[in-house]
């Protein structure tokens, strides 16, 4: 009898023990929250992978995706700062982002993101491209993980550019270089009444591969050598900026060739995403246009050289259970099916050497003659040019972000006065503006 | 039955006449009896649902919950509104300013590039006032006109403004960032705005839901003002709902049209999800027809948690605390309220709040199984505890009783009791009508005055019945009658 009650009671406790604990297995899916650059403002074709994922691989794992800004990386740069510093009013980070190895330099605690290698094996690792990983390596750990890689591309609205060849028997080879590149912008401007032929998005860029590319080190430590390359850099630039052939408001580059204010820029091979296959004119008349893409150009006594670009995807740590869907998510993502599927369809290059593999398979299926000749040009720009990565400076985005405003501001001045002034020559105020810059930006 | 109230009688009797500690375990047993009912009782109620109704409190919850995010849309939808309907008389002071100043009338400004580039620089001003303060994605406003009736598709290009939100973020930005997504050009670069990815110099109306009947029936701008349902933004990835109030003025046909548009990551940041002990509960503002939550026409709050595919409808399903809202690949419990939304069709539209089925439906079994399990576990604890207070203590006492009351005793007493009984039959009738009176409880010297007869008398009888009965004095046989009655027996004493 005393055995029974004492079996019982033992029931009894175990069972209010279990009945007083809260905890009940949820069917829910871990949420993962992403911030992304691939298709700002647009329908992003990343979303639609992102879909892809959780319809197959999260519904049996139990992992959501879920998207929750698209952006660009100058914001998100802004929005992971403002929550890594706990900034009243700021958002929480989410547990992904794509950024660049400066925003992670830039945050008060890199810490607190996830280091890759502990969820990837080495050979794993091994199936990227080296050069790739190396770049999103910060202190010895890999917090910057490729997900997808671009570099500058030349786009040229060849309808408008084949009306203005055929007046003026301008070539599209003269684009090649960028001394060629800015005297035909000059020559543009004249026939066309004042339109602008070019407009580039990243001028820092142009001038650091620019000096690096004709073998001079555009940086002296963290601030600008402005040594004799520099010099040779802004001649022809500034020229067809004061003249009136180089497009210097703010915005993309994309803006311009929409509107019919230029018909020529350079920029990211992603920003293919965002080329309209029309022109609308002031009056609201539009017009369907070729839109065709090409390597940069180089400087004619330089190297073929162009920079390397593309962001990659930071995590932030978690729990065990989010880290593990967290890798999940991005070697699915990163797989080189997927990969090449995901890059082609945003301007990007895949980032596995299996992909490349893959990668001109997935080309013949591009329907689009726009993405067809950004591959073309891209596959033409490997085999010919040199990839230059900017270096991990803790002031590298102040000085970008200081030089790309000077520099169209005062150009901009510059080619207000020698609008006004009238006079033939603007060798003068080239020169000028040269030192007002140099000494603005040391100043700064 | 009446046996059993007679024990619990008897020893209600013994806790009360004896002493301290059995009068302690009595009670235990008491109390163990009664527990033991009463978790019976729990049992049956819990599982007729009469208490601890798990679905009752979920539907509490969700409840609360719908209120809430009731009241607050409602409250946000009427902000909206209102600054739709004042971004609509301040539009239709400024048409009339610039009709004013360029001394023309309304149709004039078709083809004329000029008035239409400064109409637009001044609305811009408010546009933005409203996209900025309002914390809409997105506002916008267009007159009836457009700058080139000659060029294909003219019939449906007005001309206008529209900015939007270039981040539609959670983080509180004093001045947020806005690109122009319909607008002149010149006028975005004046104002130091980017163009937006998918920009276009004007707006087609053919992507504004029901533009042609408003402009034709439309009087007054406080009263025939519209919500769209989710509407996807023409070219970009961004579906939003549209707010439109018609420009009225000095003309029978409206000037234009504005407003302002909430897209759905305003909704997913304005309406996160909340996670629950059921799972996560979602909000979902839609059209409702035909016992069906229009999600495809709706707008979702942040879904982290679910798998809402936000294309899909769902069929509701009533019951009796919440309702089952079904789709082709998941169900969710919830409940849904009805909200005012003037809308073009007039359609019913319903705040919703959702959680995933399996989770409820797990977490309803596991508190039921545990709480039914604890009291099942308790009840069966009292049992036993009373059981064994009853072997322990009870069973004995009443075995006790019983045989008492069964005559159930010792050998030697029952033989003593026997003999005396048989004795008795053997007194004469003098010596029988004597000992009578002594089993009637007379004394000896009462007896000569009881029966008339001298005390000598009674002495001899005395001395027959003592010897026939087998004691030896007056109070050995008083002490006989004593045990008989109590007993219970004394009549056994008498003469058949």
């Known amino acids: 009898m005393r055995r029974v009650l004492a079996a019982i009671l033992v029931l009894a406790f175990t069972v209010s023990c279990l009945g007083c604990g809260e905890s009940v297995s949820k069917s829910n899916p871990v949420t993962l929250t992403i911030w992304h650059v691939y298709g700002e403002q647009t329908a992003s074709p990343l979303n639609d992978i992102i879909n892809e994922f959780n319809d197959t691989i999260g519904q049996q794992e139990g992992i959501k995706v879920q998207v929750s800004l698209v952006s660009n990386t100058n914001t998100i740069h802004e929005a992971v700062l403002k929550a890594a510093e706990k900034e009243p009013g700021a958002t929480e980070l989410p547990d992904l982002f794509i950024s660049y190895p400066k925003t992670v330099l830039a945050m008060p605690d890199p810490d607190i993101l996830m280091d890759f290698r502990e969820c990837f094996s080495e050979d794993e690792l091994n199936e990227y491209v080296p050069e790739f990983i190396e770049e999103g390596e910060i202190n010895g750990k890999l917090l910057v993980f490729p997900v997808a890689k671009s570099t500058e591309i030349l786009f040229v609205n060849n309808t408008l550019f084949d009306r203005f060849a055929k007046d003026t028997g301008a070539k599209i080879e003269d684009l090649s270089t960028w001394e060629g590149l800015f005297d035909t912008s000059v020559k543009y401007k004249e026939w066309s009444g004042g339109k602008a032929l070019i407009a580039h998005d990243y001028h820092f860029n142009y001038f650091q591969v620019g000096c690096e590319s004709m073998g001079e080190d555009f940086f002296d430590g963290d601030a600008i050598a402005f040594g004799p390359k520099f010099e040779k850099a802004w001649e022809p630039y500034a020229k067809a900026a004061i003249e009136g052939g180089l497009w210097l408001n703010e915005g993309y580059a994309t803006e311009p060739l929409r509107t019919g204010d230029a018909i020529a820029s350079v920029g990211s091979s992603a920003s293919v995403l965002y080329y309209a296959d029309e022109v609308t004119y002031a009056d609201n008349r539009t017009e369907k246009v070729d839109i065709t893409a090409y390597p940069v150009p180089c400087f004619e006594k330089g190297e073929k050289m162009v920079m390397q670009r593309g962001a990659g995807i930071c995590a932030v740590k978690s729990n065990t259970e989010r880290e593990k869907a967290i890798a999940t998510f991005v070697k699915w993502l990163t797989s080189p099916e997927i990969n090449v599927k995901f890059v082609t369809s945003v301007g990007y290059m895949p980032v596995t050497n299996k992909g490349f593999e893959l990668l001109p398979d997935q080309i013949e299926k591009l329907d689009s003659p726009k993405y067809k000749s950004l591959y073309e040009a891209y596959i033409q720009t490997q085999k010919d040019y040199t990839f230059y990565s900017a270096p991990k400076l803790d002031n590298y985005l102040d000085l970008e972000t200081t030089f790309e405003k000077e520099v169209r501001r005062l150009l901009r001045k510059a080619a207000m006065e020698y609008n006004e002034e009238g006079k033939e020559d603007s060798s003068v105020k080239n020169r000028e503006y040269l030192i007002k810059f140099e000494r603005d930006m040391k100043r700064n | ?496």
């Open chain 2, 1 to 496: 039955m009446s046996n059993i109230i007679r024990k619990i009688k008897q020893i209600v009797y013994l806790s009360k006449h004896k002493g301290n500690d059995l009068r302690v375990k009595m009670m235990f047993y008491f109390i163990a009896i009664a527990l033991t009912a009463i978790g019976f009782l729990i049992i049956v109620l819990v599982l007729s649902g009469r208490i601890f109704n798990v679905s009752a409190q979920m539907a509490g919850v969700m409840q609360n919950h719908l209120n809430n995010q009731a009241e607050k849309f409602s409250d946000e939808l009427t902000q909206y509104t209102a600054y739709g309907i004042e971004l609509s008389r301040s539009i239709s002071k400024t048409v009339d300013d610039v009709l004013e100043e360029h001394n023309i009338e309304f149709y004039q400004m078709n083809n004329n590039p000029e008035v239409l580039e400064d109409l637009q620089s001044r609305i811009f001003q408010d546009i933005n006032t409203v996209i900025k303060l309002g914390g809409s994605s997105g506002a916008y406003g267009l007159v009836d006109c457009t700058i080139n009736t000659s060029v294909l598709g003219s019939g449906h290009s007005r001309a206008g403004v529209c900015l939007r939100l270039a981040n539609v973020t959670g983080e509180f930005v004093l001045n947020p960032e806005v690109a122009i997504y319909r607008g002149s050009s010149e006028i975005a670069r004046k104002n130091d705005v980017k163009l937006h990815t998918l920009w276009n110099l004007e707006f087609n109306t053919q992507n504004i839901p029901g533009y042609d009947d408003i402009m034709e029936k439309s009087r007054d701008t406080g009263k025939d003002y519209y919500w769209t349902e989710r509407t996807v933004l023409e070219g970009t990835g961004d579906s939003c709902m549209l707010l439109c109030v018609p420009i009225t003025g000095n003309r029978v046909r409206p000037y234009g049209l504005c407003g302002v548009d909430l897209n759905e990551k305003h909704f997913n940041l304005q309406y996160p999800a909340l996670d629950t002990v059921y799972g996560s509960m979602i909000t979902v503002i839609t059209p409702y027809s035909d016992s069906q939550l229009l999600i495809e026409n709706g707008m979702t709050g942040n879904t982290e948690g679910t798998w809402l595919d936000n294309t899909l409808g769902l069929k509701v399903e009533e019951r009796s605390y919440y309702n089952a809202y079904g789709s082709t690949k998941e169900v969710y419990y919830g409940l849904s309220k009805e909200i005012p939304i003037k809308t073009l069709d007039g359609k019913t539209w319903m705040v919703s709040v959702l959680i995933p089925r399996e989770g409820c439906d797990a977490y309803i079994r596991h508190k039921r199984i545990m709480f039914t399990a604890l009291i099942l576990a308790f009840t069966l604890a009292m049992l036993s505890i009373a059981l064994h207070l009853s072997n322990r203590f009870v069973k004995p006492i009443l075995a006790e009783l019983d045989r008492k009351e069964g005559g159930d005793m010792p050998a030697d007493l029952k033989e003593l009791f026997d003999s005396l009984m048989a004795s008795v039959e053997t007194l004469t009738r003098a010596e029988y009508s004597v000992y009578e009176k002594y089993l009637e409880g007379y004394d000896i010297a009462q007896i000569p005055d009881e029966l008339m007869i001298s005390s000598n008398t009674v002495k001899k009888h005395n001395k027959s019945i003592y010897k026939k009965l087998n004691v030896s004095s007056f109070d050995e046989l008083s002490l006989y009658f004593d045990l008989f009655r109590r007993c219970n027996r004394i009549d056994d004493l008498r003469k058949k």
